[in-house]
């Protein structure tokens, strides 16, 4: 009788607590919604849902739909949600003129996506247009490119991509290009080319944000040292934490510090979890057919918001509470994520997490949305300054 007393009396004591936390947690995404740096929500209803934006319903429930997705707009509502960037990604095996008529599919689905909820998305380009759209309830729509492989080569393809919302392009994805080197490519450039550093010239001129997920540490570093304005990293973890070449080493996060980016933390398990990534490393070789049975012999790691928690606690140590974000990657992972965080709604575990480590709401704002808000308006502020000093548009080159 006494034992179970004392476990009823903790139960109680609990659930008011529980309570307070959802209230906090409910009350600050009210007042600090997510700007989220990378979803692939375009690629997959263009290649899984044969581009369908009109016949596919996002209001929700799209976990349900064959295949299922990991965004609707229910659970970008849930998971607070003020601005969402659109990854406009293709392929590395698109080339040429191909690679930029499939990544203008990809923009076109992107604006579609706005004009079929018009009440839940708008379509952004700028800071002040963000912050208005997120205070007027709706969420912030804007794009980035995934690659540079996709402006093939042209000055002029990365300009009008800026004119049809685009407002950050990865300088590569998984594959180097002529004038960068990938993270998960054998390195070739080491650094920038003479065109690699006029296409970072050109971003900084016309006000689109540098991104370095999926570059090179040597590529980055170069970036770093010539951009004049600050840098996001859109979907990346730390490399001290768990050591894979997509993730961000000390060395870069400090110098990403110093330039004023932001990091912007990754929820796929691989990039999250060292056990995880060794797992699936285990795994891949796995025909697909034999893989239901190899899962039940091998069940993955858990991987839990706990664990992304420690990726931002650590950027958080090393470049400061000023240069961590929050970038899910959710439809570009497979249908996977942490416990509780496989679809968009799953940020709400990560700040509930934070919130018992002893983060304040203000730190958690810059988090959510308040350090990349800043980071484009301070591209922002250096594409005027170009502008008012006359400089020109760079030339095509390839």
Same mark, same amino acid.
């Given at each position: 009788?006494?034992?179970?007393?004392?476990?009823?009396?903790?139960f109680?004591?609990a659930?008011?607590?529980?309570?307070?936390?959802?209230a906090?947690?409910d009350?600050?995404?009210?007042?600090?919604p997510?700007?989220?740096?990378?979803?692939?929500?375009p690629?997959?209803?263009?290649?899984?849902?044969?581009?369908?934006?009109?016949?596919?319903?996002?209001?929700?429930?799209?976990?349900?739909?064959?295949?299922?997705?990991?965004?609707?707009i229910?659970r970008?509502?849930?998971?607070g949600?003020?601005?969402?960037?659109?990854?406009?990604?293709?392929p590395?095996?698109?080339?040429?003129?191909?690679?930029?008529?499939?990544t203008?599919?990809?923009?076109?689905?992107?604006?579609?996506?706005?004009?079929?909820?018009?009440?839940?998305?708008?379509l952004v380009g700028?800071?002040?247009?963000?912050?208005?759209?997120?205070?007027?309830?709706?969420?912030g729509?804007?794009?980035?490119?995934?690659?540079?492989?996709q402006?093939?080569?042209?000055?002029?393809?990365?300009?009008?991509?800026?004119?049809?919302?685009?407002?950050?392009?990865?300088?590569?994805?998984?594959?180097?290009?002529?004038?960068?080197?990938?993270?998960?490519?054998?390195?070739?450039v080491?650094?920038?080319?003479?065109?690699?550093?006029?296409?970072?010239?050109?971003?900084?001129?016309?006000?689109?944000?540098?991104?370095?997920?999926?570059?090179?540490?040597?590529?980055?570093?170069?970036?770093?040292?010539?951009?004049?304005?600050?840098?996001?990293?859109?979907?990346?973890?730390?490399f001290?934490? !768990?050591p894979? +070449? @997509?993730?961000? $080493?000390? *060395? %870069?996060l400090?110098?990403?510090?110093?330039?004023?980016g =932001?990091?912007?933390?990754?929820?796929?398990?691989?990039?999250?979890?060292a056990?995880?990534?060794?797992w699936?490393?285990?795994?891949?070789?796995?025909?697909?057919?034999?893989?239901?049975?190899w899962?039940?012999? !091998?069940?993955p +790691? @858990?991987?839990? $918001?706990? *664990? %992304?928690?420690?990726?931002?606690?650590?950027?958080?140590? =090393?470049?400061?509470?000023?240069?961590?974000?929050?970038?899910?990657?959710?439809?570009?992972?497979?249908?996977t994520?942490?416990?509780?965080?496989?679809?968009?709604?799953?940020?709400?575990?990560?700040?509930?997490?934070?919130?018992?480590?002893?983060?304040?709401?203000? *730190?958690?704002?810059?988090?959510?949305?308040?350090?990349?808000?800043?980071?484009?308006?301070?591209?922002?502020?250096v594409?005027?300054?170009?502008?008012?000093?006359?400089?020109?548009?760079?030339?095509?080159?390839?």
């Open positions: 009788m006494t034992r179970w007393l004392l476990v009823a009396g903790v109680l004591l659930a008011p607590a529980a309570a307070q936390d959802s906090r947690l009350r600050f995404l009210a007042a600090a997510v700007i989220d740096g990378h979803n692939d929500l690629w997959e209803l263009g290649d899984q849902h044969d581009g369908r934006v009109e016949g596919v319903d996002l209001s929700a429930g799209a976990d349900r739909l064959d295949p299922p997705l990991q965004t609707d229910a970008l509502r849930a998971g949600y003020g601005g969402q960037f659109w990854s406009v990604w293709i590395t095996d698109f080339s040429g003129p191909a690679a930029v008529v499939r203008l599919e990809q923009i076109d689905i992107v604006r579609r996506m706005a004009a079929r909820y018009p009440r839940d998305l708008t700028t800071a002040a247009e963000l912050d208005a759209a997120r205070k007027g309830g709706r969420i729509s804007l794009m980035g490119v995934e690659g540079g492989h402006i093939d080569g042209s000055l002029a393809v990365l300009r009008q991509y800026y004119a049809l919302g685009v407002r950050y392009m990865t300088l590569t994805h998984s594959k180097n290009v002529a004038w960068a080197d990938s993270a998960t490519d054998a390195p070739a080491r650094g920038l080319t003479d065109f690699g550093r006029e296409v970072i010239a050109e971003m900084n001129r016309i006000g689109m944000i540098v991104d370095l997920s999926h570059v090179s540490p040597d590529s980055a570093k170069a970036a770093l040292a010539v951009t004049k304005a600050p840098v996001i990293f859109s979907h990346s973890n730390a001290a934490v !768990n894979h +070449p @997509r993730n961000v $080493a000390d *060395d %870069v400090r110098l990403t510090a110093k330039n004023g =932001v990091v912007m933390v990754n929820v796929y398990p691989v990039f999250v979890s056990d995880y990534a060794a699936h490393q285990r795994r891949t070789p796995v025909p697909q057919a034999e893989r239901a049975a899962d039940k012999a !091998n069940p +790691p @858990r991987v839990t $918001a706990a *664990d %992304v928690a420690d990726h931002v606690e650590h950027i958080a140590r =090393v470049a400061g509470r000023d240069h961590v974000g929050l970038g899910g990657d959710y439809d570009g992972i497979g249908g994520g942490p416990e509780g965080m496989r679809g968009a709604d799953g940020w709400r575990l990560l700040f509930a997490e934070l919130m018992r480590r002893g983060w304040s709401d203000g *730190d958690l704002a810059k988090l959510a949305g308040g350090n990349v808000l800043r980071v484009l308006q301070a591209v922002e502020a594409a005027a300054q170009s502008a008012a000093a006359g400089a020109p548009n760079r030339a095509v080159a390839r």
